[in-house]
């Protein structure tokens, strides 16, 4: 929102001699955020305000060069070379004289050209620095002044342009009003309010309206002025202000709206009485139905777009922009003014959906005071009947009605009590009287001593509607400055919890065995899903999706860490990291199986126990995953030895590390489970339970997403690891090991892991550590067979072990191995 500063003047009574930058501080004393002050340009000399006396088109030319005589206040004309032929004799022009510089360093002088002497410059909007416009010259309407006036106060050439930067949730600061307002406030000045205009009582319809959607359409108003003069100039002081504002003026009619929509804040739509047929409708499109717009596209309408439509179809985007066919042309004089009151999330919705972002669409999408269309249209029509001649009908057309807000009652000291500052008398009721709202004390209805205070939010304030948000207005008026900074005395601590040591020693093992920690993305797509081969009815496919998403083309909470943390290796390898080894610890969001029902909790009082329970239930389940992904080679090559890439085992290893840290032991399996590969994925398991799955990814995933042949990835929910005190530490037996291997054939398909298993139970609580060392196959042991070799560690905790106890264990172990996996001893 840019502004000028005379433009705030009108409606503040500014300290005398304040600066454009004390203006800027103003604002942001009171919260808003000032983008730039955009100083006025640098124009020194004699630029004058001059007449057309007289035009000669000079002949042989390719191009239109006219010598032009300017009457500047002087004795005699003087002669100027133009090249512009917008303009006719008795208009006034700004006129630079010899010795003036323009914006950019330009400077003019008295030059030979086509035969004459060019005595000076008639200037452009841009040549003066007030626009980019540059199609012909600066014509000023008859009343800006007389030949030889100064020009630079009369054009606005010393007015700077604040710009700041709106909010959502100050939709009435785009407006000077709005803007106007706030600085009264920061600066503690009377206010001029634009909106105090008297409507008179309507005497009729000024044209038949009809609203068919109250929801997206609350108030509809026209007021229709005839006989204005379609070529009468707008004055310019007004384009002056628009063209500071970064709005290029077009005609009176187009500019009184825009005028008055910059200045109040209302948008209004300006139609061709002439080109309307039947009455105005205001309704939601029908499939099929197209609208040309202003901008000469010609748009498919969707059936959540709200129309303004006549008896000939749609004739305007509602909120958005009008439609071609009830333009107003260069031979209109019969106009028709709209002011309206939408809804912002229809309008916000709609200038998307068509990609048309306007003036009008940003008001509306941030609300705009539904007391101002009257008032906007009686303004606009005061406009029209001044400078273009016109004639204001006695009817107005006003349908709808605009809702009123409720009153908000908050105790008179709550301010002071969350800033922590005694403020003075008064100022509370003061503060809020301020920024429009009706203020009422009265006694506490609860029987507390302190007085309640009642404030009625004013039209343009539908953001007021809890005592906090009456906080908020008071302590920013008052200035955040004069708020302590002080930090409370922490309370003593009583150190991590056991989740949150285990998660810290979880994440340290990893990184120490070469994991790099990652935060990926934590919202997925669900056609992840479909490229993990997961089957329809997986639960991982049961999500909950983002109302508003920050991407929307991953909406959905994520159920698992895999999605996320592929797509940070792919990222990795893309930027030339062949060997990727990541890890990332986070939550998942798991919904429950059946909808909930959340309680509906006012903030008025503190929610009771049930309540708090019910809203606990109702959050779904968030637990912590551990999750890994290794591409490339795991042990890099060297002089030390060729190197080794990363398979299915390094994964599965991962997962020992995490149980080894936090303290528990894991057993694993094979299993079919997507996205593991069937014959390389193993599940986790902590006892009886499954934890998580480690293994290499199906080779259609990693087709599917991407990846770099033979990704690995474990899984595992960190959540269901039981908690496990190691303290006191463990006790070491002070007597020496015995080492023994033993060799068992089993079937190819055989597991190892469950080998391991029954050589552990079998050996019993001798059994420190058992290792596997060797995987063989081949003719030694039969096809289909294979032989696993394995180191086994016995000791006592209270003696020296002799050879026949520890071989006693060996065969106990065996023979468990042998009954549960058909294990024979290799010969």
Not at 90 to 112: H, N
Not at 202 to 215: H, L, N, Q, Y
Not at 351 to 366: D, G, N, T, V
Not at 443 to 451: A, E, K, M, Q, R
Request: one cysteine or more; charged letters at 25%.
């Amino acid at each position: 929102m840019r502004v000028s500063v005379s433009w705030l003047a009108d409606q503040v009574e500014l300290p005398d001699g304040i600066t454009e930058a004390e203006i800027a501080e103003a604002f942001v004393r009171v919260g808003l955020e000032v983008e730039e002050i955009h100083q006025p340009p640098e124009v020194t000399g004699p630029l004058r305000i001059g007449r057309v006396v007289s035009l000669e088109e000079l002949p042989g030319l390719k191009k239109p060069i006219r010598y032009c005589q300017v009457e500047v206040g002087e004795i005699a004309p003087r002669g100027i070379i133009c090249g512009a032929t917008n303009f006719a004799v008795g208009d006034l022009v700004a006129v630079a004289l010899p010795g003036t510089v323009l914006p950019g360093g330009f400077v003019i002088s008295a030059r030979q050209t086509y035969g004459h002497t060019s005595d000076g410059m008639i200037c452009s909007v841009r040549e003066l620095g007030l626009g980019t416009e540059h199609a012909g010259i600066l014509v000023l309407p008859p009343d800006t002044g007389e030949p030889g006036d100064d020009a630079i106060p009369v054009l606005g050439l010393a007015d700077p342009v604040i710009e700041l930067a709106v909010t959502p949730d100050r939709g009435y600061c785009f407006s000077v009003r709005g803007l106007a307002r706030e600085l009264a406030c920061s600066l503690d000045a009377l206010y001029s309010d634009p909106a105090r205009v008297e409507v008179p009582p309507a005497g009729g319809e000024a044209w038949p309206v009809r609203i068919e959607d109250p929801v997206g359409c609350r108030r509809f108003v026209a007021r229709r002025v005839t006989g204005v003069d379609p070529f009468a100039p707008s004055p310019w002081w007004m384009r002056r202000r628009l063209l500071a504002a970064g709005i290029r003026p077009i005609s009176l009619t187009v500019d009184v709206t825009n005028y008055v929509m910059m200045e109040l804040g209302q948008p209004l739509h300006a139609y061709d009485t002439s080109r309307l047929t039947g009455p105005i409708v205001v309704r939601r499109a029908v499939a099929g139905e197209k609208l040309t717009t202003l901008d000469g596209a010609a748009r498919a309408l969707d059936p959540d777009d709200l129309l303004i439509t006549d008896g000939s179809g749609p004739i305007g985007l509602a909120g958005v922009m009008g439609g071609a066919s009830t333009e107003i042309s260069e031979g209109t004089h019969d106009v028709l003014l709209e002011a309206a009151n939408f809804d912002p999330a229809v309008i916000a919705r709609e200038a998307r959906r068509h990609k048309l972002p306007s003036e009008a669409s940003r008001r509306f999408e941030r609300a705009v005071d539904p007391e101002l269309p009257a008032v906007a249209t009686e303004r606009a029509a005061t406009l029209l009947v001044e400078y273009g001649g016109g004639t204001i009908t006695a009817e107005r057309t006003d349908v709808g009605k605009a809702p009123k807000l409720a009153p908000v009652v908050m105790p008179l000291e709550l301010p002071d009590r969350i800033a922590g500052v005694r403020y003075e008398r008064g100022v509370t009721a003061r503060r809020l009287s301020q920024v429009g709202c009706t203020v009422e004390l009265r006694s506490s209805v609860s029987g507390d001593v302190t007085p309640e205070i009642v404030a009625v939010p004013p039209s343009w304030r539908p953001d007021l509607v809890a005592p906090a948000d009456l906080v908020e207005e008071v302590l920013r008026l008052e200035g955040l400055e004069s708020i302590p900074s002080e930090l409370p005395t922490a309370p003593a601590g009583r150190g991590l919890t056991p989740a949150q040591r285990r998660r810290r020693t979880v994440s340290r093992a990893l990184a120490e065995a070469g994991y790099i920690e990652v935060l990926p993305f934590p919202f997925i797509s669900g056609a992840v899903f479909d490229a993990f081969g997961c089957p329809p009815d997986d639960p991982r496919r049961r999500t909950l999706r983002v109302v508003n998403p920050i991407d929307s083309d991953r909406p959905e909470l994520a159920t698992t860490l895999l999605p996320g943390l592929l797509d940070a290796l792919v990222r990795n390898v893309a930027r030339g990291m062949t060997d990727v080894s990541l890890f990332h610890i986070g939550q998942v969001v798991l919904p429950h199986a059946d909808p909930v029902s959340i309680p509906d909790v006012g903030v008025d009082a503190r929610p009771s126990d049930e309540q708090i329970r019910a809203l606990m239930d109702a959050l779904p389940a968030q637990p912590v995953h551990v999750a890994v992904a290794l591409a490339g080679a795991r042990e890099r090559p060297g002089w030390w030895g060729p190197g080794r890439p990363a398979s299915w085992a390094d994964a599965v290893q991962a997962a020992r590390v995490v149980a080894e840290a936090a303290g528990v032991e894991l057993t694993t399996r094979a299993v079919d489970f997507a996205p593991w590969h069937p014959g390389r994925g193993a599940e986790l398991r902590i006892g009886d339970r499954a934890v998580g799955y480690a293994g290499e990814l199906h080779p259609k995933v990693v087709e599917a997403l991407g990846l770099p042949a033979r990704t690995c990835v474990m899984e595992m929910a960190m959540d269901m690891l039981p908690l496990t005190e190691r303290r006191p530490a463990p006790v070491i037996s002070p007597f020496p090991p015995v080492l023994l291997d033993v060799a068992l054939v089993v079937d190819a398909g055989q597991p190892a892991a469950e080998v391991a298993d029954a050589l552990r139970e079998g050996a019993g609580e001798l059994l420190e550590s058992l290792r596997l060392f060797d995987v063989y196959t081949g003719d030694q042991v039969g096809e289909g067979r294979k032989s696993l070799a394995f180191s086994m560690r016995l000791r006592a905790m209270d003696r020296t072990l002799t050879t026949d106890e520890a071989t006693a264990a060996r065969d106990a172990a065996v023979a468990v191995a042998a009954q549960r996996t058909g294990a024979l001893v290799r010969g």
